[in-house]
């Protein structure tokens, strides 16, 4: 697929737009004009003229009811649109999930990652969380969390089908994890991390969290600015928990759990300091996926 009516190249920032489109066609998500800026997939910074311009000159892609999105690929934009009003109430129930969790002395931030934090959640989705903790306290966290979780009755538990609302903390690390994604240096890892929307921190663990991962300004120079709380956020520590924190616990329980884990482990990763819940990783075929898109568009790429 060519430039249909001049027969030039892609300027840069005309291949930046279409690649971050094609990214978001492999979910069929449109994006809104911000979020197209925010997550603008780019080798190099791209001013926000040469994007205006870019952008009208683009004849590949169709703006409705400002959503962007390709040409003929307009259905999308009916799909999310009819998503919003569930998204909403998903984010509301997860802010108040977290208002119970944070609670817990030893978390230092709770986000929301997956569909969820693309505003992109269906009504039988669940909400995924994010969750760092102090070092040396992830699985008397972890226990915690699963405890308050399950006394709610919101706890997602393991091959439940019927997930809708259901909370799965499917990633939890402690600070002295924060750079372990450079691991896997690519797009689909930056923008995992990318479109987090953080609910609660301490320390400004968030923005340590950005900073020890600012490699991904490689593939999203737009993301890490600086990121505020909509307001300061105000949490009692309930004591009861203080109990519980300490070398004791912490070694016994995680004992305990990664025995547990090794009945059922697939694709997890479970160390001292991480556990990551991603039995099934489409990472490596969304990166495939898209390097046969932008072959289609005649892009070449690193991605």
Same mark, same amino acid.
């Given at each position: 697929?060519?430039?249909?009516?001049?027969?030039?190249?892609?300027?840069? #920032?005309?291949?930046?737009?279409?690649?971050?489109?094609?990214?978001?066609?492999?979910?069929?998500?449109?994006?809104?004009?911000?979020?197209?800026? @925010?997550?603008?997939?780019?080798?190099? @910074?791209?001013?926000?003229? #040469?994007?205006?311009?870019?952008? @009208?000159?683009?004849?590949?892609?169709?703006?409705?009811?400002?959503?962007?999105?390709?040409?003929?690929?307009?259905?999308?934009?009916?799909?999310?649109?009819?998503?919003?009003?569930?998204?909403?109430?998903?984010?509301?129930? #997860?802010?108040?999930?977290?208002?119970?969790?944070?609670?817990?002395?030893?978390?230092?931030?709770?986000?929301?990652?997956?569909?969820?934090?693309?505003?992109?959640?269906? @009504?039988?989705?669940?909400?995924?969380?994010?969750?760092?903790?102090?070092?040396?306290?992830?699985?008397?966290?972890?226990?915690?969390?699963?405890?308050?979780?399950?006394?709610?009755?919101?706890?997602?538990?393991?091959?439940?089908?019927?997930?809708?609302?259901?909370?799965?903390?499917?990633?939890?690390?402690?600070?002295?994890?924060?750079?372990?994604?450079?691991?896997?240096?690519?797009?689909?890892? #930056?923008?995992?991390?990318?479109?987090?929307?953080?609910?609660?921190?301490?320390?400004?663990?968030?923005?340590?969290?950005?900073?020890?991962?600012?490699?991904?300004?490689?593939?999203?120079?737009?993301?890490?600015?600086?990121?505020?709380?909509?307001?300061?956020?105000?949490?009692?520590?309930?004591?009861?928990?203080?109990?519980?924190?300490?070398?004791?616990?912490?070694?016994?329980?995680?004992?305990?759990?990664?025995?547990?884990?090794?009945?059922?482990?697939?694709?997890?990763?479970?160390?001292?300091?991480?556990?990551?819940?991603?039995?099934?990783?489409?990472?490596?075929?969304?990166?495939?996926?898209?390097?046969?898109?932008?072959?289609?568009?005649?892009?070449?790429?690193?991605?």
């Amino acid at each position: 697929m060519v430039n249909s009516k001049r027969d030039l190249p892609f300027t840069p #920032a005309e291949k930046a737009i279409i690649t971050t489109i094609l990214y978001s066609d492999i979910f069929s998500f449109p994006l809104t004009r911000d979020e197209l800026w @925010k997550f603008l997939l780019s080798e190099r @910074k791209i001013t926000q003229a #040469a994007f205006d311009s870019g952008l @009208k000159r683009l004849q590949q892609v169709v703006c409705i009811d400002g959503y962007y999105c390709l040409k003929n690929r307009e259905r999308i934009i009916v799909r999310r649109q009819k998503n919003i009003a569930e998204s909403a109430y998903k984010m509301e129930r #997860a802010h108040d999930v977290v208002k119970k969790l944070s609670a817990i002395p030893s978390i230092l931030f709770i986000g929301v990652s997956g569909g969820l934090a693309a505003g992109d959640a269906e @009504k039988k989705d669940d909400i995924d969380l994010v969750v760092i903790t102090k070092k040396n306290t992830l699985f008397t966290t972890r226990f915690l969390v699963l405890c308050i979780l399950q006394r709610l009755g919101i706890r997602r538990k393991r091959n439940q089908k019927n997930a809708a609302d259901r909370i799965c903390v499917n990633l939890l690390f402690d600070e002295t994890a924060i750079g372990w994604f450079g691991q896997q240096i690519d797009v689909y890892t #930056a923008r995992e991390i990318a479109q987090i929307v953080p609910l609660f921190e301490r320390d400004d663990m968030y923005q340590r969290f950005l900073e020890a991962n600012s490699w991904i300004r490689q593939f999203f120079p737009n993301v890490l600015q600086k990121v505020s709380f909509r307001k300061k956020q105000k949490f009692k520590e309930a004591l009861f928990y203080r109990i519980f924190l300490n070398s004791f616990t912490e070694a016994a329980l995680y004992i305990l759990q990664t025995q547990w884990m090794k009945r059922h482990k697939t694709k997890e990763v479970v160390t001292k300091h991480l556990l990551a819940f991603h039995p099934n990783d489409y990472r490596i075929f969304i990166l495939k996926k898209l390097r046969l898109k932008m072959r289609q568009f005649g892009l070449l790429t690193k991605f």
